[in-house]
């Protein structure tokens, strides 16, 4: 009789972990989709969707995104992530679409990553931030990967050479469990950590 609790006990317990388990394995990420500008990487065993890359198309000053609820009726539960055998999608805004002008084979036809003073550039350069007002929904329990160090150069009719860096001020929902947001920063509720993976804008 003990060890039919003690099994019935050990079943329960794999049960309860199982969604927090399964949701962590990118080999169950086996689908993909899109949903208003975002990649969405889904898990149909957990029940779960995180939210990859959003593709900027066009853009007005400050512009708000919002992280869906849901994607093809799963719900968005986590901000970037992995699947397959283990391919990142991170969360990320492409501004490719919208200032990458460079012609095929230029070394600014390709995505400028790290600490652009890392790179040897004899063009004259400037860096300008693109500030987008990010809200994180009530879903949001996990930041998984997160890349914003990426650069997206324009060349300019003199010569020049522009980087726009896409720049978040991010806002939360209050009945979030896991995280809250404070001057335009997103900090993990539990530690009081900020999630510094992000590019804030300036206050």
Known sequence: MKKLIALLLVLSLLVSLSGCVFAELSLLYSERSETEGFSVGINPTANCAFAGTYTCGEY???????????????????????????????FTISLAELYMNAPQGSKYASVFSGNIEDYTIPETYRVENVSFRLHIGGNINTVARVEMDRYYPHLNADGSVTFYHPVVNITCAAENEHFYAKDGKLYEKKSDTLISSFAYAEP
């Open 60 to 90: 007005t000053e400050n512009m708000q995104l919002i992280i869906p609820e849901s994607c093809d009726g799963v719900p968005i539960k986590r901000i970037g992530g992995y699947y397959g055998r283990g391919v990142a999608e991170p």
